[in-house]
């Protein structure tokens, strides 16, 4: 069976400093992988997709990357983190092919004072 | 990009069915609808997704209008575990990622 594992869980960083957010997917392979954020109080919003090694699409311009240095390995980064980087983070995957069904890890709650 | 509206929230008692609906208006011959539901402080969970006929799974049935215009999600027992943000999605067979709108926020009344 497939899984995904994303860390650290919670973190607080302050402002100014770097950021690096892991995610794995074990399981499977040529997943499609996503990072989604979700600011307090609002809706998921995709940041960043990736259909395979290296190939990486931003959705939203902003001081955050994206990188997949393999194929079940996406990370999302910031070389100086904002006060509105603050949020959940959610990594998640999808078959290559099919309808599109998302499978999400455990999220990632960042607070940057 | 075709897009879906919900009702913000909506209100239902515990053990009473619960039927939420979803506008996709726009809706294109391939595109699939999905339901998501994301519990407090957890990422989103899939509920269920059809293309034309109604789905029925453990979870839940999803109603499909003949038209696909609209669909609604029916929860035939809704428990307290249930209360949740329902999201509905439409999406396109392939790469094309899941772009999640506002939901409707479910409470369950006990």
Redesign the interface.
């Given at each position: 069976s497939q899984t995904i594992h994303q860390w650290p869980a919670t973190l607080v960083q302050p402002v100014g400093s770097p950021l690096s957010l892991e995610c794995t997917v074990e399981g499977t392979s040529n997943p499609?992988l996503?990072w989604?954020r979700q600011a307090a109080g609002r809706?998921?919003?995709?940041l960043f997709?990736s259909?395979g090694i290296g190939q990486i699409s931003s959705?939203v311009p902003q001081n955050l990357s994206a990188s997949r240095p393999q194929d079940r390995q996406f990370i999302l980064s910031s070389k100086k983190l904002l006060l509105s980087d603050s949020g959940?983070y959610?990594c998640?995957w999808s078959f290559?092919?099919?309808?599109?069904?998302?499978?999400?890890?455990?999220?990632s709650r960042l607070t940057v004072l | 990009d075709a897009k879906t509206t919900q009702p913000n929230s909506m209100e239902s008692n515990e053990e009473e069915p619960v039927h939420l609906p979803c506008n996709h208006s726009t809706i294109s011959g391939t595109d699939?609808i999905?339901w998501?539901r994301?519990l407090p402080?957890?990422?989103?969970?899939?509920v269920i997704?059809g293309?034309t006929s109604n789905v029925n799974n453990r979870m839940a049935s999803l109603a499909i209008a003949e038209d696909r215009k609209s669909s609604t999600l029916i929860l035939h027992r809704a428990t307290l575990r249930d209360a949740a943000v329902y999201?509905c999605i439409l999406?396109?067979?392939?790469?094309?990622?899941?772009?999640?709108?506002?939901?409707t926020r479910l409470s369950v009344i006990a």
């Open positions: 499609n996503y989604y809706g998921l919003q995709l997709y259909v959705e959940f959610l998640a290559l092919q099919g309808p599109g069904e998302l499978f999400f890890g455990e999220g | 699939y999905h998501y994301q402080s957890q990422g989103p969970e899939y997704h293309l999201y999406s396109r067979r392939g790469n094309t990622p899941l772009v999640f709108g506002k939901g």
